[in-house]
């Protein structure tokens, strides 16, 4: 069962370490003032679908812990696999808040 519990975290951590390099690639929302309203539209619902997406990821990862201390088994790994999903939940919540922002700026002026 440990194995299970580490193939899918591991799995986990992939996909959505794998989104947020993606998105980091393609973003970068220090730059969003420069770019047109069309754009930031874009990044921003793939900004959305990302934090929903994250947001499963946790809910699951709780689930996991939860499971773990029902059976007795250690969940410390569980819960540091649940900060670091909550710390880049966190990162991408300020980079979607940044481009909402540009984008009601852009539509403003």
Do not use: W
């Not at 519990?5 to 998105?23: D, E, K």
């Not at 649940?82 to 710390?87: H, N, T, V």
């Amino acid at each position: 069962m440990a194995t299970s519990y580490h193939l899918r975290t591991r799995r986990l951590l992939a996909t959505l370490g794998m989104t947020a390099m993606l998105v980091r690639a393609k973003r970068l929302p220090d730059r969003a003032s420069t770019m047109d309203a069309t754009t930031l539209e874009q990044l921003l619902n793939e900004a959305e679908i990302r934090l929903y997406r994250e947001e499963q990821g946790i809910v699951r990862q709780r689930e996991l812990i939860a499971s773990l201390r029902r059976q007795g088994r250690d969940a410390a790994d569980a819960r540091a696999c649940l900060r670091r999903l909550e710390s880049s939940q966190a990162r991408h919540m300020t980079d979607r808040n940044r481009l909402f922002q540009a984008l009601a700026d852009r539509s403003r002026g």
